[in-house]
């Protein structure tokens, strides 16, 4: 989604402002553009498209400036033209760029009308340029107007606003939305991402929620929520200037593991804040397009499909509206039945799956109220032919096997469900309760991968196998799927997966000490079922292995093995944080067997054939 960089230096800035929008284009935009001032004048260049446009136009008539703000645009309110394009600009220069959604923007709009404004975009951001700008007639600086408007607005944004008259200063503003600053010698920087200032500065000043700040060449200013002057601690980042490198990790995949808990985070930042689900973060039109919402449809492939079958729980259970889920492959060649005002979902990372992109295809002539990607990249053609997206903003995953692209599409696909609950039934406060398990998922990931150690011992008693069995209930059954493709993935193990209460209905045949049953049990209404389901197994003499809940009831003994995972994980929480010890498992047996890892024999990233 949006991007913002931003510096203040003695040295020519533009740069150092482009090279950061670059570095930012994996988050998906539709526009750019960049404000600079230079001997007390502002000179403002913006452009529909790719950064690379805006560079053209630069290279054209170029100009040099020690103080400047940029920014990647990804629209919610207003079409993508230049003229929704960041940065705004109010009266007597002053310039703002902003991530995320001012919620209260048509009130503040008509206001500002009335004191005589004139917009010249149909952005919600331009109403904060035109807010600050009024507030300037009563407070005595930039920072106190700042302020003033930020206690204003409803929604969540990070704000980076300049001003002639206050030329050597950029203002800063934290809410839900990240926003970091960059420090150097003689010069500071702003972005909404540490990997845009990398090529400058590897130390940072991490904003927190409510902060608002002011950086100078010779330093940082923070307030508080509350007023109060606070020293933010300086972090040094160790990361690369190229975060597609494998750093200190042997392999891609295990590196893309250990990152999921930053790449969930960055999935839900800006779409979420105080209690509160952003839809339009979905696009325009989401509002309206989940409010007749009474049915949804959603098509994948591959690991994709077992997010789509999470979804499908999530949808029925807490918005009890009805669900189907559909491999691709499959809805692309049947005559489908499309139910009244049904909203079509199709996932992929890369958006360039074959089968899924005729699928969408095939929905747009099959009467669909409206069409939503869930997706990683955002120039694919995914993206480009649907209505509404939501980009999970993974980053790069280079390892074949789908690990943190899966658990952002798990979070994209949750927020989904929060966005229509708000038109099925959900009040403030329940709406409330889900927005806050979501963003705990972020933190119960982490604690979930102090588990690599033991899955690195529990992977020796895998690596002689060729059979192996995964079981889950209810929610959980699609990530007893996922558990399973991931292993059959990159070990070459033949691995099956199955609803435990399916045992007894054919799979029970094949158990016996040489077939590992591999088990995820978080203690929900099904868990007790589950533990009758998993003494068939042992009745018949095979081996369990039971990721569980510490409150589950489950004890290793002989012929069972018992991993404790994180406490009181909710059913919201439990599909994500249970596959990640999955992964690891997986991750570990392939090391042993000595496969290749990041790309395994006959299998491709992206899967743009039939």
Not at 161 to 178: E, F, K, T, Y
Not at 249 to 262: A, F
Not at 531 to 547: H, I, P, T, W
Request: with cysteine; aromatic share 6%; proline share 4%.
């Amino acid at each position: 989604m949006c991007g913002i960089v931003g510096a203040v230096s003695e040295r020519n800035v533009v740069p150092i402002l482009m090279e950061g929008l670059r570095r930012l284009e994996y988050r998906g935009y539709d526009s750019a553009g960049l404000a600079v001032l230079w001997n007390g004048a502002m000179r403002r260049q913006r452009r529909l498209g790719k950064v690379a446009e805006l560079q053209a136009a630069i290279d054209a008539d170029p100009f040099e400036a020690s103080v400047g703000i940029a920014h990647t645009r990804w629209a919610t309110h207003g079409a993508p033209a230049e003229k929704n394009a960041h940065p705004h600009i109010s009266r007597d220069g002053l310039a703002l760029v902003h991530n995320g959604i001012i919620e209260n923007h048509e009130r503040l709009r008509s206001e500002l009308e009335q004191l005589g404004y004139v917009f010249s975009s149909d952005t919600d951001t331009e109403c904060i340029a035109h807010r600050i700008h009024h507030h300037l007639k009563t407070h005595r600086g930039l920072f106190d107007a700042v302020r003033a408007t930020v206690a204003e607005l409803e929604g969540a944004f990070a704000l980076a606003v300049m001003s002639q008259a206050n030329p050597d200063v950029i203002v800063l503003a934290r809410r839900g939305c990240p926003v970091v600053v960059g420090l150097g010698v003689a010069e500071n920087f702003v972005a909404s991402d540490v990997s845009a200032l990398l090529p400058v500065t590897r130390r940072f000043v991490f904003l927190e929620e409510g902060d608002v700040a002011e950086i100078t060449r010779s330093g940082v200013h923070v307030l508080d929520r509350d007023g109060r002057k606070v020293a933010r601690p300086v972090k040094e980042s160790e990361l690369s200037a190229d975060a597609a490198e494998k750093g200190q990790y042997p392999h891609y995949m295990l590196k893309e593991i250990h990152e999921q808990p930053r790449a969930v985070a960055q999935t839900l930042e800006e779409r979420v804040a105080n209690g509160r689900l952003l839809e339009a973060a979905f696009g325009p039109d989401a509002t309206e397009v989940f409010r007749r919402t009474r049915a949804v449809h959603i098509v994948a492939c591959g690991t994709s499909y077992h997010a789509g079958a999470v979804a499908r729980y999530l949808i029925e259970q807490i918005c009890r509206i009805p669900c189907y889920v559909e491999i691709a492959s499959e809805f692309r060649y049947r005559n489908p039945v499309v139910t009244p005002n049904t909203l079509f979902v199709s996932i992929s990372q890369s958006g360039e799956t074959a089968d899924t992109l005729a699928a969408l295809r095939l929905a747009k002539q099959e009467g669909f109220l409206s069409s939503l990607a869930i997706c990683n990249v955002p120039e694919s053609s995914l993206v480009r032919e649907s209505d509404l997206v939501m980009l999970t903003r993974a980053g790069p995953e280079i390892g074949v096997a789908s690990t943190k692209a899966f658990t952002t599409q798990i979070a994209a696909l949750t927020m989904l469900v929060v966005a229509l609950a708000r038109h099925h039934g959900a009040d403030a406060e329940r709406e409330r309760g889900l927005v806050t398990r979501l963003i705990e998922i972020p933190g119960l990931i982490e604690k979930t991968l102090v588990l690599d150690e033991d899955m690195q011992k529990l992977a020796e008693r895998f690596a002689d196998k060729h059979h192996a069995l995964f079981l889950g209930r209810g929610i959980l059954h699609p990530i007893a799927m996922e558990g399973a493709l991931k292993l059959k993935e990159i070990s070459y193990i033949h691995a099956e997966a199955y609803p435990a209460g399916e045992l007894k209905h054919g799979p029970l045949a094949l158990v016996d000490a040489d077939m590992p049953v591999i088990t995820v049990a978080p203690n929900n209404d099904l868990l007790e079922k589950l533990k009758s389901n998993l003494m068939e197994v042992r009745a018949r003499g095979g081996e369990l292995f039971v990721f569980a809940d510490p409150d589950s009831g489950f004890e290793s003994s002989e012929g069972v093995t018992v991993i404790r995972m994180p406490k009181h994980v909710t059913y919201l929480q439990a599909p994500a944080v249970y596959t990640v010890p999955l992964q690891l498992l997986a991750y570990h047996v392939a090391i042993i067997r000595g496969t290749d890892v990041d790309q395994p024999r006959n299998l491709a990233k992206s899967v743009t054939v039939e």
